[in-house]
């Protein structure tokens, strides 16, 4: 069994690595803002996602007849990895979800509008699975589309929808026929500047903003409907299978792991190493084993959805379980054995860790609940790979 990386696969890294070193300002790259660093929410941020797009590093997954290169998966997760290893903005929604999302059931006049503006970064979306009453149960939202003519008026509200308050469009499910939970959603995409539409944002406990979204009366017409009617939560759950995996990238959770050690190797308590001490290198040990095994699920997902075929759903669901979960203990590790100082602010002058543990600890809480909680994920596994019944 071989885990390293063929030459061309590293070829193509040392590549994307000369090309960020040429564009590493901080207006671009910022690893401290945590997994807010995915977002192209900045002139300079986009200006930056276009330059990939030029070389063709958005959507080179694609088929050819769509503009993509067909090349394998792996290029995309390595190009990923470096992006979010730099604290750069990521590929995420637009290629992963609604792209590949079009590829697979969107209609021509969707397919020619919006694919070659993905792949030129000319566009960015915000997503609108979550309601105030159904949370992480996708199946369950009620926001309401009923037909009016040649379209859809739709009248509810979506919660914690992240890019809204910069997105240009927004891809969401409506309740198209409400006898029928799973099988009785559809997809939309919508411009955000549709009358009746109003976007109100929140500041969370990870200091980004996340926005309420509320339709009051909005029209959309049928033209904008993705795919089948009332198939939207079949296509929302292969998207999300992309999205777990895209939106949790491993290369913060190495980085943090890093740092901590190198905190432990070099600093010391009471005039003895941190490093002699039994109980933190027993813990350190742990961790760093957890962070390799990690690391194996992120392939083994990746190798799975290389070959083709249905999504991995249950893999996708193990790796993101089990990294924001591990994301947390590396969180309360750093701020245990870093003492106060590491309360300090991100960035904050002689904060131990670059101050990195403070956020990290506020950040990773929404890291085990965006993309669908760690119970959802329990779910799915339960379910789909060990045959459990439903509701386990």
Not at 8 to 24: M, Y
Request: net charge negative; charged share 25%; hydrophobic share 35%.
């Amino acid at each position: 069994m071989n885990f390293d990386f063929s030459e061309a696969e590293k070829a193509f890294v040392q590549a994307v690595e000369q090309f960020l070193d040429q564009c590493d300002t901080p207006e671009v790259m910022d690893v401290t803002r945590e997994n807010m660093a995915q977002l192209v929410d900045t002139p300079e941020r986009r200006a930056f996602m276009s330059k990939c797009g030029e070389r063709g590093w958005l959507g080179m997954g694609w088929p050819k007849e769509y503009g993509g290169n067909e090349t394998e998966g792996v290029y995309e997760y390595l190009l990923n990895e470096s992006l979010a290893r730099r604290g750069a903005p990521q590929i995420g929604k637009g290629v992963g979800i609604v792209g590949k999302t079009l590829i697979r059931h969107g209609s021509d006049k969707l397919k020619r509008e919006f694919l070659p503006k993905i792949l030129r970064n000319e566009v960015q979306f915000a997503v609108g699975y979550t309601e105030p009453e159904a949370g992480s149960d996708a199946a369950a939202m009620a926001l309401k589309a009923t037909r009016d003519g040649d379209g859809w008026r739709l009248n509810g509200q979506k919660i914690f929808s992240t890019s809204a308050h910069f997105a240009d469009w927004y891809w969401l499910g409506a309740r198209t026929d409400p006898s029928n939970k799973h099988r009785g959603i559809t997809l939309f995409l919508l411009h955000m500047d549709t009358p009746g539409l109003t976007v109100q944002p929140m500041p969370t406990i990870g200091d980004e903003i996340t926005n309420s979204v509320y339709f009051d009366n909005v029209y959309v017409g049928d033209e904008y409907r993705v795919g089948e009617l009332n198939k939207g939560f079949q296509y929302i759950s292969e998207a999300l299978d992309l999205e777990r995996f895209t939106m949790f990238t491993f290369s913060p959770i190495e980085q943090r792991m890093e740092e901590l050690c190198a905190y432990v190797v070099t600093e010391q308590c009471d005039g003895r190493p941190l490093r002699e001490d039994l109980v933190i290198r027993q813990r350190i040990a742990q961790l760093v084993t957890q962070t390799e095994v990690a690391r194996c699920l992120g392939l083994r997902f990746v190798a799975k959805a290389s070959k083709g075929g249905a999504a991995p759903t249950t893999d996708s669901s193990q790796y993101k379980l089990y990294a924001t979960e591990l994301s947390k203990r590396i969180a309360n590790a750093a701020l245990d054995i870093g003492a106060p100082g590491t309360q300090l602010r991100v960035q904050t002058a002689d904060a131990p860790m670059r101050g990195r543990p403070e956020l990290t600890y506020r950040y990773t809480v929404i890291d085990t609940i965006g993309g669908g909680t760690s119970e959802v994920q329990k779910n799915i596994i339960a379910r789909r790979k060990l045959g459990l019944p439903p509701n386990f």
